[in-house]
């Protein structure tokens, strides 16, 4: 509440408006929806106007945290249910603030880039509507104060992950994908949804608001056995959004979607969100039981390894990147279980990474389409033709590889540093080992890609503009991010995105150093064994542990055999037993009991309840029948009755 | 003067004829003809017993009645015609509509 006083004290000036920057794509999609197709450039100039819009205010934004402003916070109410109220509210700090500015420009970079690139496809504008609708999703998650608003927006990404991924729906292969990815994110979405359950049952039902959920929790209000519960809950839901071990498995095979899609997906929206809830409710995971972060942690690195190592297989240049995503975020994940030395790290590393690996899907994307073919083995030698691309595609790689001065190089050496600052040394050797392999794929897949003699079909060209300006622009962007958390201009990252306090920017020249090292290590390595092109990954000569790799750990198998066929043949047949014997039993014996009880009663009916009326009948009908001769339609019979009547009424009145 | 027991005796007989035309007659005008010996059985009493009882509300009485008779009548063989033009017959025992 303190906080919350203070911003109040300070003028939020155009903080009030941030909510606008989430409602801005919202609003595109549905214009493009009704309008698009009959707008000039059928649809996507609503999205580009939106996102453009929402990149200005995101800076306005920004700029407040720069002169360093205050967080600010407002909420409407949404609907009451007896006491509990839900809210639709804002929460801008500096977190916000960089997370608003990244996605709008991401975002805004892939809808020009997919201009170029869904040319002509079949359901262009369709394309506009899910994908602004999915960066709406994603600035609700971002902007949002409490935990129900999130879940919507969380939701609604789930929902358009999947229409994206299968936007090329009529390839069997693709619409599985697109399946699979849903399905796997749910799977980390129930618990995540009972996270929220959890967390806001611990407060007693005061609030769903994320901020005054940390404030009870750092005031030891709520119970450290819910909080921790709640912590790794939501934890799941990160596991699946994040995707990491060991739900990581639909993230690679969402490459089946059009490449700005796994752009969009990788880098501004989805896999982000996933490490974000983790950063936003991080005073949870702070003040839970120790082994929330360690959960976190733990999950981190193995994923950060093994995800690496699958990198270093891929034949598609795609994958590769799907595989680097995993385990980048796997980086991110390290960072934050580290705890509040971390975090800083972590968050500078998502915000780097979403500009470089953009930039090298959407690069990746125009090899793509000018090869047409995912695959590294029929590309090589593409410098020369698609120049542009190169180079941008190289400062891409680069800064994933950690060459300084790349935006790369920067955070990963603050998330060694956080390890190493935390004398976490398990998790330090993790990351940098994570980093020799990192160095070692990425340089393996721009020897493969761009150097050499061209392997493929066709003559490769360069993108248009309208694709390759897009790519300019991260570029750009990928060399400088990085300056905002170099040390010794102060790292002003630092002073916009903490947890609690603000950390000093630190060097530690060890640190630097190893992280040198070791991504020349990697890169040298490869260089050397990738210098050349062979038909014969050189790879291939670890043998066992290679063709581990290439089965993914055998874990698609495994969840395959031992997940989704138990479930398909044995479950389902179970249930179809279970329903034929036991449920039809249960129905046939019910129906035998009723058939015997009516029975019952349908003979009480017959015998004595209609042997009651009908005996009642019977009788009128019987004494009707005696009766109905006097009645004989003779009028002199009828005179003689009347007369005897008179006859008898005269006695009777005479006698008596 | 008539002495009133002898009257009497007269309307009975009168009244029993009369009865035993409507029952016993089939036609229907021999019917409707038994009903007028009936009501004037009837009138016979009244003016018998206002001779007796120096009373001319009984006298009263009778001109209703014969009143009321010619009505009847009108009615009744009104009614006679009828049936014979769509039956045919004035006999009352195949006349027997009156019934369930």
């Known amino acids: 509440m303190v906080a919350a006083a203070e911003a109040a004290l300070s003028n939020p000036g155009f903080l009030r408006y941030t909510w606008v920057i989430a409602l801005l794509p919202l609003v595109s999609a549905t214009l493009i929806l009704f309008f698009g197709k009959r707008t000039p450039g059928k649809g996507p100039i609503y999205g580009i106007l939106a996102l453009a819009a929402g990149f200005v205010m995101s800076v306005a934004v920004l700029w407040h945290f720069v002169t360093g402003g205050a967080p600010y916070s407002s909420s409407v109410t949404w609907f009451e249910v007896g006491t509990f109220r839900l809210e639709l509210g804002q929460y801008v700090d500096g977190l916000t603030a960089v997370m608003v500015t990244m996605v709008t420009a991401i975002s805004l970079c892939i809808h020009v880039y997919s201009i170029g690139y869904m040319q002509g496809d079949k359901r262009y504008t369709w394309f506009f509507v899910v994908l602004s609708l999915f960066t709406g999703a994603m600035l609700n998650v971002v902007v949002t104060d409490n935990l129900f608003q999130l879940l919507v927006g969380w939701e609604i990404m789930g929902i358009c992950s999947y229409l994206l991924i299968g936007h090329w729906w009529e390839e069997h292969a693709n619409s599985s994908a697109a399946i699979k990815a849903f399905i796997t994110t749910k799977t980390g979405d129930i618990p995540f949804l009972f996270g929220i359950f959890t967390l806001v049952f611990a407060t007693g039902f005061a609030t769903t608001n994320i901020q005054q959920i940390g404030e009870m929790a750092s005031r030891g209000e709520v119970s450290t056995v819910l909080l921790t519960a709640g912590a790794l809950l939501l934890f799941g839901g990160s596991i699946g959004k994040s995707a990491q071990f060991p739900l990581h498995v639909w993230l690679p095979d969402a490459m089946a979607g059009p490449t700005p899609v796994s752009a969009q997906i990788h880098a501004a929206t989805m896999v982000a969100a996933g490490v974000y809830l983790v950063a936003r409710t991080f005073s949870v995971f702070v003040h839970a039981n120790p082994i929330a972060l360690h959960v976190v942690a733990a999950i981190g690195g193995v994923t950060l390894v093994i995800a690496a190592l699958l990198a270093l297989v891929q034949d598609d240049i795609k994958k590769v990147l799907a595989y680097s995503t995993i385990s980048q975020l796997a980086y991110m994940m390290a960072a934050l279980g580290l705890g509040e030395a971390g975090y800083a790290a972590g968050m500078f590393h998502l915000f780097t990474h979403a500009f470089f690996k953009a930039l090298l899907f959407l690069a990746a994307g125009s090899v793509i389409h000018a090869v047409h073919s995912n695959n590294m083995s029929e590309m090589g030698g593409l410098r020369k033709p698609m120049p542009r691309t190169f180079w941008t595609y190289l400062i891409g790689s680069l800064a994933l590889a950690g060459v300084p001065p790349l935006s790369g190089f920067f955070s990963k050496d603050e998330l060694i540093h956080a390890a190493y600052k935390a004398h976490d040394y398990p998790i330090m050797i993790t990351l940098l080992a994570g980093a020799v392999i990192t160095a070692f794929y990425t340089t393996r897949m721009v020897m493969l890609t761009f150097f050499g003699d061209y392997r493929g079909h066709g003559h490769p060209h360069e993108s248009p503009a309208v694709m390759t300006g897009p790519l300019a622009a991260l570029a750009g962007a990928t060399v400088v991010v990085g300056f905002l958390g170099f040390a010794p201009t102060k790292a002003p990252f630092l002073d916009w995105v903490f947890f609690e306090h603000p950390e000093a920017a630190e060097v530690s020249v060890l640190v630097v150093g190893l992280s040198i090292l070791v991504a020349g290590t990697g890169i040298l390595v490869a260089y050397a064994l990738y210098r050349r092109y062979r038909e014969r990954d050189p790879l291939t000569a670890l043998g066992p542990v290679y063709s581990l790799l290439e089965h993914k750990y055998y874990l698609d198998d495994i969840y395959w055999k031992g997940i989704v066929l138990p479930i398909r043949d044995k479950a389902s047949a179970f249930a179809n037993w279970t329903s034929q014997v036991i449920l039809d039993g249960v129905v046939n014996g019910a129906a035998r009991v009723a058939r015997a009880l009516s029975g019952l009663v349908n003979g009480f009916d017959r015998n004595v309840l209609d042997g009651a009326v009908n005996g009642v009948a019977q009788t009128a009908g019987f004494t009707g029948g005696l009766l109905r001769y006097i009645q004989s339609g003779n009028v002199q019979r009828y005179a003689a009755f009347l007369f005897t009547g008179v006859v008898i009424l005269a006695i009777v009145f005479t006698r008596f | ?100």
């Open chain 2, 1 to 100: 003067m008539i002495r009133l027991p002898l009257a009497l005796f007269f309307s009975a007989v009168l009244f029993s004829s009369g009865v035993y035309g409507v029952l016993a007659r089939r036609n229907a005008v021999m019917v409707l003809m038994s009903i007028e010996l009936m009501l004037n059985a009837v009138n016979v009493n009244l003016i018998a017993f206002s001779q007796r009882l120096h009373d001319v509300t009984g006298q009263v009485f009778a001109l209703f009645v014969i009143a009321v008779a010619a009505a009847e009548v009108g009615i009744g063989l009104a009614i006679v015609i009828l049936i014979y033009r769509n039956r045919e017959t004035i006999n009352v025992d195949e006349v027997n509509l009156l019934k369930w």
